[in-house]
């Protein structure tokens, strides 16, 4: 199986911070990666798609970027509703896998 | 309403049985892949299983091979997951959640499912 790291596992963040967070694959995916974001109690909800595509209906603040095994999302001029836990999750191969999540906390 | 309901969990046994629903709706449920993905209280994400759009290949993550299965009614819009020989490592909210490209792009609220004795 592909394993996905993902770091930081949590980080402080003020309101119009700028916050990447990284996530590496144990073989190459090339583009086969998307990126969550998860609020406590609530489903996940797909950010960006094919590593740099964003969702419909998802704010330009977020972007992503990468291929092959190193990949990052931004998040520029961090909003108060954006404090929540993001996961990368590969889409190359079953069992498809996430990472362990970055927890993205109030300073 | 695009949406997918989950249901069926519940506190149970270890070593007993639970079979899951999702009941699509708002979209044509029969041209998507479907997923269930777990979440163990506190911890992060995890796919189980997902069955292609017209049943015909299915797969499951190692840990529960041979105990859980997948399937699904096109005619009644519903995703199933059977569960058995249920363990206290199972315990989680098992969400399903629609396949576009390899990701889940739509997902539902959730059900809990509590493995102890």
């Known amino acids: 199986d592909i394993e996905m790291t993902q770091f930081p596992s949590s980080v402080s963040a003020s309101v119009g911070d700028r916050v990447t967070i990284t996530c590496r694959a144990s073989l190459d995916i090339s583009s086969w990666l998307g990126w969550y974001q998860q609020k406590p109690g609530k489903a996940p909800k797909l950010l960006i798609y094919?590593?740099?595509s964003l969702q419909s209906g998802v704010p330009s603040r977020f972007s992503g970027s990468g291929s092959g095994t190193h990949f990052t999302l931004t998040i520029n001029s961090l909003q108060p509703e954006d404090f929540a836990t993001y996961y990368c999750q590969q889409g190359n191969s079953f069992s498809l896998t996430f990472g362990g999540g970055t927890k993205v906390e109030i300073k | 309403q695009v949406e997918l309901v989950e249901s069926g969990g519940g506190v149970v046994q270890p070593g007993r049985s639970l079979r899951l629903s999702c009941v699509a709706s708002g979209f044509t449920f029969s041209h998507y892949g479907m997923h269930w993905v777990r979440q163990a209280p506190g911890r992060g994400l995890e796919w189980v299983a997902v069955i292609w759009n017209d049943g015909s290949y299915k797969d499951y993550v190692e840990s529960v091979k041979g105990r859980f299965t997948i399937s699904r009614d096109n005619f009644k819009n519903t995703l199933y997951l059977q569960m058995n020989s249920l363990r206290a490592e199972d315990t989680a909210v098992y969400f399903c959640a629609r396949e576009e490209a390899m990701l889940f792009d739509l997902w539902g609220l959730g059900t809990l499912v509590t493995v102890s004795s």
């Open positions: 094919g590593s740099s």
